[in-house]
């Protein structure tokens, strides 16, 4: 799946963002400027957990996270969310 050389620590989460929708329902096309934020990804990486948090999330869900979640780190040119596993809301 994913030979990705980073360790999420403790209750951390890697996040890979799932593109943003390019057209609505209707077909309309929508730019670059007026895409919403994408809310849903793929886990890449989780940590351990700690003695208070057990890690319920597992590499290859997809889950869906606030907005605002996470702080973006790109590597290997690409762009991941690192969050902590309280930021995301459901396994889809």
Known sequence: MSN???KPLADRVLVE???AEEKTASGIIIP???KEKP???T????GPGT???TMEVKVGDVVLYGKYAGTEISIDDKEYLM???ADILAIV
Do not use: H, Y
């Not at 886990?43 to 989780?46: E, Q």
């Open 39 to 41: 809310q849903k990804g």
């Open 32 to 34: 670059d400027t007026a």
């Open 17 to 19: 963002p799932m593109e």
């Open 83 to 85: 969050m902590k596993q």
């Open 51 to 53: 003695k208070d948090v």
């Open 4 to 6: 990705l050389k980073l």
């Open 43 to 46: 886990v890449r990486a989780v």
